[in-house]
């Protein structure tokens, strides 16, 4: 039976393929079911009559997608950002995430998590859990319900760990083949990701028997790379004979390829890296205020651009302070800045257009044909009320989402849709 065609009407903004922003004042997102089927500044014949939701004077974009952020550390996000990666991570991160043993915490949290997530502008998301799977499972129902769309993760970690977040090879791999057996078709919206921690925490056995699962359940894969100095400095004393941090990925065949990989920060990717990823397909997740607040630097954003790797933004939330991808856009925007000026002169910061495509379609991509109104994307999509934002001037479609970006952000989300549903 086919769905019904259904039209939103309002200031449409969108992606196309080459990164430029379109833009049509008082037009018509015409959609069926979960899919695009165009958009238009006069209603086609064919449509007249069909539902239309009128949101006159109001911006609709498409839903924003977080491709990097780890759910059990939403509880603490603003705390410790005087610290580096690997002493926030001892002192602050490992603590908080070991109570997700105790499942009448882990609920607490991830309510709250879900709920704030669902209030904003993100529509799909790659998640970190931790290593317990029972408080996983718990993170994907809880997403299923909200409707949200998203990868989530039981995290692998075997060594390097405290004693309360360590696991054996052995039993890592067995939860987490159990738990991709028990939630792979379980959830309408919510798939299950594997997520190695990063490879000072997971030894190369563990990452080859990961790799078994992955091909046995065509599994997609995330991870963090070269997000610090001094995490690329153990991961070489870890791996010695690996030419870079990437290499100790690719020899367990756990970076692109077959294999649809993300990889988050690649602030300091090597030339060889860099080529790897984009030879390999795989995505960069750009945490640009993470990347500030652990002091790790700046990723050379433009640089992945020119190269045409994929990416998408990530809020990182905890190292990010908070779950908009707004704010990522605009912190994007500014640390490319920043880059030009202490690092690169000579390479332009990001555009807003640019960090708007990161953020919808760049990221999007990762699960598909999202994060664009195209016709047969699928249909995710943000109505923005800007009413608190006065101006006297007379502003185009493209200068008020600017506005928008840097003054509104989720708290200026009305309506919500997802995969063809509204959700708000």
């Known amino acids: 039976m086919k769905e019904e065609v259904k039209v939103l009407k309002g200031d449409i903004c969108y992606s196309g ?61 603003g ?17 908080e995430e070991a109570k ?4 009448e915490y882990a609920k607490k949290a991830y309510t709250q998590f879900v709920n704030d997530l669902q209030k904003g502008g993100t529509t799909r998301a790659c998640i970190f859990g931790t290593i317990h799977s029972e408080a996983t499972k718990m993170l994907m129902e809880l997403l299923d319900e909200s409707g949200l769309v998203a990868y989530v ?21 067995r939860d987490t083949k159990q738990w991709v057996q028990e939630v792979g078709d379980k ?15 997971c030894d190369e056995e563990t990452l080859h028997g990961l790799k078994a699962i992955q091909e046995e359940y065509k ?17 070489k004393e870890l791996v010695p004979t690996s030419t870079c941090y990437g290499d100790a990925y690719a020899r367990t065949g756990l970076f692109g390829d077959e294999v649809p990989t993300i990889m988050a920060h690649c602030v300091y990717s090597t030339e060889e890296e860099i080529e790897m990823m984009k030879d390999r397909g795989v995505y960069v997740a750009h945490c640009p205020q993470s990347n500030t607040n652990l002091s790790s630097g700046i990723a050379p954003a433009r640089l992945y651009l020119e190269k045409e790797l994929k990416m998408g933004l990530g809020t990182d939330v905890a190292g990010g302070a908070n779950l908009s991808i707004f704010r990522a856009m605009t912190d994007g925007i ?19 257009e640019e960090a708007f495509y990161l953020g919808t379609y760049g990221g999007g991509s990762f699960f598909g044909k999202v994060g664009s109104f195209l016709p047969g994307f699928e249909m995710d999509a943000l ?23 840097y003054l509104s952000g989720d708290m200026g989300v009305k309506h919500k849709y997802v995969a063809g549903k509204q959700i708000r």
Not at 28 to 51: K, R
Request: net charge negative; no cysteine.
């Open 334 to 352: 500014q640390v490319s800045k920043l880059y030009k000026v202490y690092v690169q002169p000579d390479q332009k910061p990001l555009t807003m």
């Open 383 to 405: 109505v923005l009320d800007e009413s608190d934002i006065p101006h006297p001037q007379e502003l185009t479609v493209k200068e008020r989402l600017e506005r928008f970006l």
């Open 100 to 103: 997700y043993q105790e499942l």
């Open 79 to 95: 705390l410790q950002m005087d610290l580096e990666l690997l002493e926030w991570l001892n002192t602050t991160t490992f603590v």
């Open 219 to 235: 599994l997609p894969v995330q991870s963090h790379l070269s997000e610090n100095r001094d995490e690329i400095r153990w991961v």
């Open 17 to 77: 393929e080459d990164r430029k922003l379109i833009t049509v004042a008082d037009g018509y997102l015409v959609y069926q079911g979960n899919q695009i089927l165009g958009v238009y500044e006069a209603l086609p014949l064919e449509y007249q009559g069909v539902p239309i939701s009128d949101y006159t004077n109001k911006l609709i974009i498409p839903g924003l997608t977080d491709l990097h952020v780890h759910a059990p550390q939403y509880g603490f996000r």
């Open 187 to 201: 959830y309408t919206h919510v798939k299950p990701i594997l997520t190695p921690r990063f490879i000072p925490s």
């Open 153 to 173: 993760g039981k995290v692998n970690m075997t060594r390097n760990s405290p004693d309360n977040l360590r696991e054996t090879g052995e039993q890592s791999l």
